[in-house]
């Protein structure tokens, strides 16, 4: 079966530190890798999207970056963190079956910036 | 464009029914889904409905497609204390990565 994880669970980290948030997937192969953003328990706002290793898109520009080293491993990295950086992270995988596309979600990462 | 949109509130009693409602802009999408989130959890995929029927049911779970409407729902039978979460529905379009617009979500209260 497939599993998706997640770390850290939660983050406390001052304005202009760095980050890393790293997110990876079990049992299943060359999947598309998923970024949101969700902000006071409410919407998801994509981040970043991946259907291969080392392919990258981002849908909103903003001082956080993503890369995909390993084929089920995606990182979350911001240079400087701003405050406008909290929220809660969510990481998603997908594989296409047959038309459908349903994504499936990590834990999260709670991230607060102070 | 993509827009899904649902109402931000639902307060229900315990062992009421529930009805979840989203609207939609974009009539290409292909499958529409349900998802639950728990609260400080990630997002639990419920159900799906391709864009070709008008309904399905899983157990206390249905699902109502009007595409003529653009409009999706989510009814829980014999709603329980559990089902307390935020509910989003979702889209996604044939051809292109994958893309899953989300709605702005649902928060389900139920009251014991």
């Not at chain 2, 307390?84 to 899953?100: D, H, L, P, R, W």
Request: charged fraction near 15%; include cysteine; glycine fraction near 8%.
């Amino acid at each position: 079966s497939q599993t998706i994880h997640q770390w850290p669970a939660t983050l406390v980290q001052p304005v202009g530190s760095p980050l890393s948030l790293e997110c990876t997937v079990e049992g299943t192969s060359n999947p598309n890798l998923y970024w949101y953003r969700q902000a006071a328990g409410r919407g998801l706002q994509l981040l970043f999207y991946s259907v291969g290793i080392g392919q990258i898109s981002s849908e909103v520009p903003q001082n956080l970056s993503a890369s995909r080293p390993q084929d089920r491993q995606f990182i979350l990295s911001s240079k400087k963190l701003l405050l406008s950086d909290s929220g809660f992270y969510l990481c998603a995988w997908s594989v296409r079956t047959g038309g459908r596309a349903e994504q499936y979600f990590g834990p999260g990462t709670r991230l607060t910036v102070t | 464009g993509e827009d899904v949109e649902q109402s931000l509130f639902l307060s229900v009693r315990e062992g009421d029914s529930s009805v979840i409602n989203c609207t939609y802009t974009d009539s290409s999408s292909t499958y529409l889904y349900w998802y639950k989130q728990e609260p400080g959890a990630g997002l639990q995929l419920l159900t799906y409905i391709f864009s070709n029927m008008d309904m399905k049911q899983d157990q206390r779970l249905t699902v109502l497609l009007n595409k003529k409407d653009k409009h999706l729902s989510l009814r829980i039978a014999d709603t329980q204390t559990g089902d307390s979460a935020i509910y989003f529905c979702a889209e996604t379009f044939s051809g292109g990565y994958q893309k899953v617009t989300f709605g702005t979500g649902t928060k389900l209260q139920v009251i014991p």
